[in-house]
């Protein structure tokens, strides 16, 4: 999974021209680091599909929030640089977003 | 196949921690079901824990994995599962999980807590993990140098707005009383005022939450003028309360209007066999301690159902001979005197297996066969009732034979 931050996220996601996943995560929230090693076995098995991406909220919190992201985890679906689905929430779990994963491949 | 324990406890907060940590320790075979990913309930979610006896420096996250620690170390089990149905069949019940897993127990805890209240305003489904929560540790660190609204001036509204200071910018609590009046203990509302990071808005409430796809912007009514205002903000908090995470059980165990379940002192719930405890019980005080205090009498109370249901189906039920049981009590001089005279007449020698009850430490099996008098004699055969004589003279004894 590619590591985003302030500088690659507009190249990577929003100037890119297919579908990208975004994982917006952060060290303090305990169910990011629980999904996390789902969420990578999901990047392996959709990889044809999407491009997987992570980004640490630390230090990046103003480009979270120019995305709408204001809760963790976020798992953020982009399609041509357009916003297209924003799962989030203490209860999300890593076959939510395999169902979506499956939906929009 | 489902798997069989002695002890099921269902909900990993302190009150069903506590439980298990009891039950696992008297050797009852205990399996602790939790719905979400981490044990510790309602306190994983906070951050202070400052009056826990004998625990004077913890926070309430730490102070939940000594919890769960201590109930490992005496063997209980921990699985995640959220229970979809409760079975009550005699001195088996049977657990259902939303995913299908199932599971039997001979006894059962309901500590299933309380989840926060929802208040149903305009805007707060939409912004839901956009701005709007319900956990302060959780999403803290997100609005760092943001400003928020709190909705709400109990205990916990207190105690999370002034950890949230540690990381916002400014917080606007909206209280719905006069000013200076709160819900929350005069200490911390002290806390509250001193704080330079927190302000009030007296006698309101919050009528709407809007912003384009994230939080902007809080609506606030004045309920005595009926005036609106707009607080400029990037969250929203919600402490108002919680509410039971009962909805499995209607139907199963009796529950108070508010869906609370109805407990003795013994946190007995109507069906035999079957607890609840903390939270999710009808009660005033909701503490860590008290929670924990619960937990511990239901798996006292749990192991001794068990002891005296597995007496009465090896010895009775599942009997080869026919059962003479006498009801007695050592305040009934009477029924004193049955005993005796019952143990005179060698029954063992007869066919009979003898067993007394007494009724005031065992309740459970008086009130299963209606005995309301003693001393009562019971007669009975493969598990069925033959005769039943209440206050019963020599020669009625002696027919029965």
């Known amino acids: 999974m590619i590591e985003l931050n302030k500088d690659n996220f507009e190249e990577e996601v929003l100037n890119f021209d297919g579908k990208v996943v975004v994982d917006f995560w952060s060290e303090s929230c305990d169910h990011c680091m629980e999904i996390m090693p789902e969420v990578k076995k999901l990047a392996e098995e959709f990889a044809d599909d999407f491009k997987f991406a992570k980004l640490d909220i630390k230090g990046n919190r103003r480009l979270a929030i120019g995305q709408k992201v204001l809760g963790l985890p976020s798992i953020v679906f982009y399609e041509n640089g357009e916003k297209v689905e924003h799962l989030s929430g203490e209860d999300l779990e890593p076959e939510d977003i395999r169902k979506e994963l499956e939906a929009r491949a | ?401």
């Open chain 2, 1 to 401: 196949m489902s798997e069989k324990y002695d002890l099921i406890v269902l909900g990993g907060g302190p009150a069903g921690m506590s439980s298990a940590i009891y039950g696992s320790r008297s050797r009852l075979k205990t399996l602790v079901l939790e719905a979400k990913r981490k044990t510790g309930g309602q306190p994983s979610t906070y951050h202070d824990m400052e009056n826990y006896p004998g625990v004077p420096e913890t926070t309430a996250s730490e102070l939940m994995e000594n919890f769960r620690t201590h109930a490992e170390k005496f063997g209980t089990e921990f699985k995640k599962g959220e229970v979809k149905s409760l079975e009550v069949d005699g001195f088996e019940k049977i657990i259902k999980c939303k995913k299908g897993e199932e599971y039997r127990a001979k006894s059962v805890v309901i500590a299933t807590g309380a989840e926060p209240r929802k208040l149903g305003i305009k805007g707060e489904e939409e912004f839901k993990g956009k701005g709007v929560s319900y956990c302060a540790t959780c999403d803290a660190d997100l609005f760092t140098d943001l400003d928020i609204v709190v909705v709400g001036n109990g205990n916990s509204a207190v105690e999370e707005s002034i950890y949230l200071t540690k990381f916002v910018n400014k917080i606007t609590m909206i209280v719905i009383h006069d000013e200076g009046v709160m819900d929350a203990e005069k200490i911390l509302q002290e806390k509250a005022m001193e704080n330079d990071k927190i302000e009030f808005v007296w006698n309101s409430v919050l009528e709407e939450i809007k912003g384009e796809g994230i939080v902007e912007k809080a609506v606030v009514k004045n309920i005595k003028n009926g005036e609106k205002s707009e607080i400029d903000c990037s969250g929203v908090f919600f402490f108002v309360g919680r509410v039971p995470s009962t909805d499995f059980l209607e139907g199963v165990v009796d529950l108070t209007e508010h869906g609370y379940v109805k407990t003795t002192k013994q946190m007995e719930t109507n069906q035999p066999g079957v607890y609840a405890v903390g939270d999710v019980r009808n009660k005033v005080v909701r503490q860590v301690i008290t929670a924990a205090g619960d937990g511990a009498t239901a798996a006292v109370m749990a192991q001794s159902y068990i002891e005296e249901e597995e007496y009465w189906q090896n010895h009775v039920v599942n009997a080869d001979k026919p059962a003479l049981v006498a009801f007695w009590s050592v305040t009934d001089q009477e029924s004193m005197d049955l005993i005796s005279q019952l143990e005179a007449m060698e029954l063992e020698n007869k066919g009979y297996k003898f067993l007394k009850i007494d009724t005031y430490k065992n309740r459970l099996i008086s009130d299963r066969y209606d005995v309301e008098e003693i001393p009562t004699l019971l007669k009975i055969k493969a598990g069925e009732v033959v005769s039943k004589l209440v206050k019963p003279e020599k020669e009625e004894i002696k027919e029965l034979i």
